[in-house]
């Protein structure tokens, strides 16, 4: 308990600054009656406040008018109807208003929007009136005054720069959003990525640190994983979600932190948790040092549906087990060779027990005999197989009509990181292009959740309306693109 | 227009002090799910803001919480079903609210409501949720400490007495507003009745000197007329409907302001107005000396339904002579002669032009024969019979089945002051006591805009939601029962 508050404690102290600025969209006034309707077009993504003015056009209102007002990431969110939204998710992240105003006046909106349409319906008013004044007031801790533009040749790559930086612009705000307009929670998954971007673009540090203390702050479950999301707003609150993988993805956040700042103050105070987190994963390891199934929701992976995940959970473990010794090596703790023979013991039992000899590849009764995308990509960021053996796995199955394939840009990261790991460059570069170019080529202002070229309604829930069109864990391709100088 | 300057910056110099006062329903706290509802019940009816907070119950709500809120004057009102209201009014004036929350927070709404009950409906709501500290601000202009209980031995009139101040205090904000929960603007017919029981009461001369000045800086129309209502939210705007009645009966106001104040610089600024308006009527007598028909909303006298009106507004212009002529000698004003010659020669046309000396009754071909309590009440106020001859009339004709009957409060209160001009104060009192009695006996908190006792759903629109049930024209029991210490 102590820790938890001196950890919240940290992370109230590295609250990091926000940057406001006003956009006014391409209509500066509108004439309406009752009925008529106009969209305002920000011309960007903004995450923030919206505020006009209205006024009597000739006569007196004479009743108070009313309006709805609808904020779309795009164009497809502003013509969908909302009121035909079965519920899943809630209906409540459906960015629409009904308000009643009583006389001409200046209106800021309460709530917090992240939109780049605008549409203003005249519900109802007795006379006519005159709307004007429109303002947004985007927000984000972003600084973009530091941020450097992309130093590739190659026209595509940069506008998906371009497109990436933006995302995790709209997402840092007073925390790592996962999608400003939808879940707007701390999540480990997409911290992590949104992290790792941030080192080569923004660079906001507080925001980082300011992160990983909030999930050191959390309640842990019986099992003793953290939680895997948080809430910050109004006031703190710990997830009731601990999903293995992202319990492992803190960790590895932990060793990107130290890589990227040398901080050896944040990692003394974050050691015992992160070992906690990789003592907790051996616990639910059978005899062959196979991961055990778990009640609840164990593991995310990505959104694919039915998608079988223990190999890939697998995976993320060893995954965390190779970062995490690194880090010890280099901070001088002798554990590090504790962690690394456990990490040599579990690929060999990976590749014993996990790996088909005859199809050449990880499909288990584990996972149901499933062949996924996902297995192969997380054996071998794993390190289970390497080189050639790994290289034409990993390039079969991502053209393989029987493999299970990625939905999410989060699990896409994933498979691109195995790529870019196998030294395939151009391959990574072509799968880049492919899935964050596609998302381009259909007007993306910021990347989205959820992506399947070939099914632009799909949802990871149960409707498109609600998913989330800037959604951090889709932002890495300027990680890539910075890293590997591309 | 620099009398019009001069009379609007003397109606702002005189703008009220608002008083405000928390009320606290009876309920504290409410915990709900999706599709839970709760009332709320003030204890009274009051006029401001309403603050609530709301937090998680157990887990984190997760997504935002929608309510819809409701705010009625009576509990038909949270009964009635807003979504069939069919236009007639705007429907915009129905107290009801969607709003969205995003977290855990305290929230001002920051429409002014008019209400006894409020009525929450937790819409939508991913995890139960706490609703507490429920505030309503309560504001009047009208100070409650200057006013002293009536000093009835009559228990009815006593009760009478308080909704009655009740609801002058209702409509007592930063003008007279007609109505707090609809129209909230300031009109003539109402002013009148509002300042002359705010003599009697809460004798608060500031608002009254106000009004009369923001009627003062209007536009008056082809005809000479006054605006018979001003909007001062959030900037002064005169209103388009020029009902004669209404424009005479500011100059009686003026002549109240006289009475009550002996304040001769607010006369002297008001004079020529009040000059204007009696000449403006003036010029549309015919040659017998009779009222014209005009194009357009042209008389008000009553909400009645299809009410024939020019008799009893002919009245209305003798009643105005009167008291205009006895301001003028009150004054000094040797003008005082010519006024008084006309009403004398005004008086002798009606009673030759429009009384059926068959009938015994003001029926005529100016009103197609229609036979009614206004023409009556109104001949008799502008002294065209008297006596024996007036009294007969009038006693018969409130008990007519024949008769139109008054259905506002505002017609009503003409009645009575007809009754005790002619000295029926036991009848003047029976019919307080029936009419207003009536609307206590329903439960009132405050006294409504239209009243017919045999028809409670009657309204003077389309539909009963849209009435207002405290309404400014319907306080004046107060002043008969102070003035004729009844």
């Known amino acids: 308990m102590k820790d938890k508050k001196l950890f919240l404690s940290k992370a109230q102290k590295n609250f990091p600054e926000l940057y406001y600025r006003d956009i006014k969209p391409d209509v500066t006034e509108f004439f309406a009656s ?3 309707s106009f969209l305002l077009d920000l011309g960007e993504h903004a995450v923030g406040h919206f505020s006009f003015a209205f006024d009597n056009a000739d006569d007196f209102i ?4 009313r309006l709805i007002i609808k904020f779309g990431e795009d164009m497809r969110e502003i ?3 909302f009121s035909a939204y079965e519920e899943g998710l809630s209906k409540t992240w459906l960015q629409e208003e009904i308000i009643n105003l009583d006389f001409p006046q200046k209106t800021t909106m309460p709530r917090r929007y992240a939109c780049r349409y605008i549409k203003i319906t005249v519900d109802k008013t007795n006379k006519p009136v005159r709307l004007f004044d429109f303002c947004f007031r985007a927000s984000t801790s972003a600084d973009v005054s530091v941020l450097e533009p992309a130093k590739t040749a190659d026209a595509l790559l940069n506008k998906i720069d371009i497109v990436a930086t933006n995302t995790l612009k709209e997402c840092m705000q007073t925390f790592f959003e996962d999608g400003p307009k939808r879940d707007r929670r701390l999540w480990t998954g997409d911290l992590r990525l949104e992290a790792l971007t941030n080192y080569y673009t923004f660079k906001n540090l507080e925001i980082t ?3 990983l203390y909030l999930f050191a702050a959390g309640n842990c479950d019986k099992l003793g994983f953290l939680p895997s999301y948080v809430y910050e707003t109004p006031y703190y609150f710990s997830g ?5 993988d992202y319990a492992l993805l803190f960790v590895v956040s932990v060793c990107d932190y130290y890589e990227h700042t040398g901080d050896t103050a944040v990692i003394n105070d974050l050691m015992q948790i992160c070992k906690s987190q990789l003592e907790s994963f051996r616990k639910i390891l059978d005899e062959n040092l196979i991961v055990t199934h778990q009640e609840g929701w164990f593991a995310f992976i990505d959104w694919c549906p039915e998608l079988e995940k223990l190999t890939a959970l697998q995976g993320v473990y060893l995954y965390t087990l190779e970062r995490f010794s690194e880090l010890l090596k280099a901070i001088g703790d002798e554990e590090h060779k504790k962690y690394s023979l456990h990490l040599s013991e579990v690929r060999h039992a990976c590749k014993k027990h996990l790996y088909d000899e005859k199809a050449n590849a990880f499909i288990n009764k584990l996972d149901n005999g499933q062949f996924s995308v996902h297995s192969q990509v997380w054996m071998i960021l794993g390190g289970v197989i390497n080189g050639r053996e790994a290289e034409e796995l990993l390039v079969s199955c991502l053209d393989s009509k029987d493999a299970k394939q990625s939905v999410t840009p989060y699990m896409r990261h994933y498979v691109t990181e195995a790529l870019f790991k196998l030294n395939l460059k151009d391959e990574a570069v072509q799968y880049l292009k492919k899935f964050w170019g596609g998302m381009l080529e259909q007007g993306a ?14 949802s990871p829930y149960d409707n498109r309306v609600i998913n989330s069109l800037c959604h951090a864990w889709s932002c890495t391709p300027s990680y890539f693109i910075r890293k590997y100088g591309l």
Chains 1, 2 share one sequence.
């Open 79 to 81: 013509e969908d109807d």
């Open 34 to 36: 009752t009925g008529d």
């Open 62 to 65: 004479d009743a108070p008018i």
């Open 209 to 211: 640190k300011r992160c």
């Open 445 to 458: 202002d910021t990347f989205w959740e959820a992506y399947i070229p070939e099914n632009l309604d799909f």
């Open 240 to 244: 009731s979600a601990h999903i293995a």
